[in-house]
């Protein structure tokens, strides 16, 4: 990833796509490399290159977000999809993920949340909003599974953290250990339960039923 993030914006409305263009161009350190109408456009541009982050609807013709977000995910795993879309419904939600997508916000976000979700996304984090993050916790873990491939109890703590949306230092603060440390309880994590980014994580933690524990 480049020092500035490079995003593509996919949406349907032409009022929201330029919106979004025009609002992203107001943040320092994101660049937008195109704009989709439908998701056959967007993953035509991550196939051209220079993109970091696709900031993606989920409702649009041709070929919907979710597709879109399979495709890109698949065949540009150093691209990142952040969903941004009026839908926090369960299926929605749980679609998307399953999709591939690493964060999920809702059109409510102002500028500062979508500029912070971008950055974060970019760098392998997943970010949620506070009202997709409740639906999660009360919606996508129809149970808790026994078997967490060999975690130890701390990180089995460290991974609900990060289903949280806790950042590496807000876990070192919260469990009074060092940045260095959290990373390597990450690392042997992620090694554990075969998770690629924190999305790959989240998605875990819920599906265990560690992350509502």
């Known amino acids: 990833m480049s020092e500035v993030i490079r995003v593509v914006v996919a949406d349907d409305q032409q009022v929201v796509r330029e919106g979004l263009v025009a609002l992203l161009g107001l943040l320092d350190g994101i660049v937008v490399t195109g704009a989709a109408a439908n998701g056959v456009e967007a993953v035509d541009l991550v196939a051209q290159g220079a993109v970091d982050v696709v900031l993606m609807d989920l409702k649009m013709p041709v070929l919907d977000g979710v597709q879109a977000t399979a495709r890109i995910t698949a065949g540009f ?27 999920y916000l809702t059109k409510d976000a102002g500028r500062a949340e979508i500029g912070a979700a971008l950055r974060s996304t970019a760098a392998g984090q997943s970010t949620f909003d506070p009202e997709v993050s409740r639906r999660l ?52 994590t992620f090694a554990k339960i075969g998770a690629r980014h924190r999305a790959e994580a989240v998605r875990y933690a819920y599906r265990k039923g560690i992350a509502d524990n």
Do not use: M, W
Request: charged fraction near 25%; glycine fraction near 8%; avoid cysteine.
């Open 77 to 103: 795993p150093d691209v990142a999809v952040l969903v941004l879309t009026t839908y926090a419904d369960d299926d929605s939600i749980a679609t998307a993920l399953r999709a591939g997508a690493r964060g």
């Open 137 to 188: 916790v009360a919606g996508l873990s129809p149970g808790r599974a026994k078997d967490t491939d060999g975690l130890t109890a701390r990180e089995t703590e460290v991974l609900r953290l990060i289903a949280q949306g806790l950042s590496n230092p807000e876990i070192a603060g919260r469990l009074y250990i060092s940045e260095a440390t959290v990373k390597t309880h990450i690392n042997n």
